[in-house]
Nanobody, 121 residues
Framework: VQLQAYGGGLVQAGGSLRLSCAAS????????IGWIRQAPGKQREFVAV????????LYSNSVKGRFTISINNAKDTAYLQMNDLKPDDTAVYYC???????????????WGQGTQVTVSS
């Protein structure tokens, strides 16, 4: 399955962005849909994951309370609503899919193209 993330951009601190992720085969093949980010010079960081079967959701501590992961009813487009953005949120955000633990470990089965999010102070 191919994943395409879009919706990134430049925003001031405190602002909001919504990222979207579309699956090429209409539905996500993995058991989960998630987001991973990577800032320049830093390791990949888990952001959020949603279990497509049971609906469980997990967020990293750094985004909990500010970001919301969701999926549409057709289960072919996922979203990451990002509020109260901070300069530390600046990174390339990747839409991913696969096994729950693999996504959390930033080693998912499926990767999408990333989208750049830049938060200015």
């Amino acid at each position: 399955v191919q994943l395409q993330a879009y919706g990134g951009g430049l925003v001031q601190a405190g602002g909001s962005l919504r990222l979207s992720c579309a699956a090429s085969e209409r539905t996500f093949s993995g058991k989960t849909i998630g987001w991973i980010r990577q800032a320049p010079g830093k390791q990949r960081e888990f952001v959020a994951v949603l279990n497509l079967g049971g609906g469980e959701i997990l967020y990293s501590n750094s985004v909990k309370g500010r970001f919301t992961i969701s999926i549409n009813n057709a289960k072919d487009t996922a979203y990451l609503q990002m509020n109260d953005l901070k300069p530390d949120d600046t990174a390339v955000y990747y839409c991913v899919s696969g096994r729950w633990r693999a996504v959390i470990a930033t080693n998912p089965d499926y990767w999408g193209q990333g989208t750049q999010v830049t938060v200015s102070s």
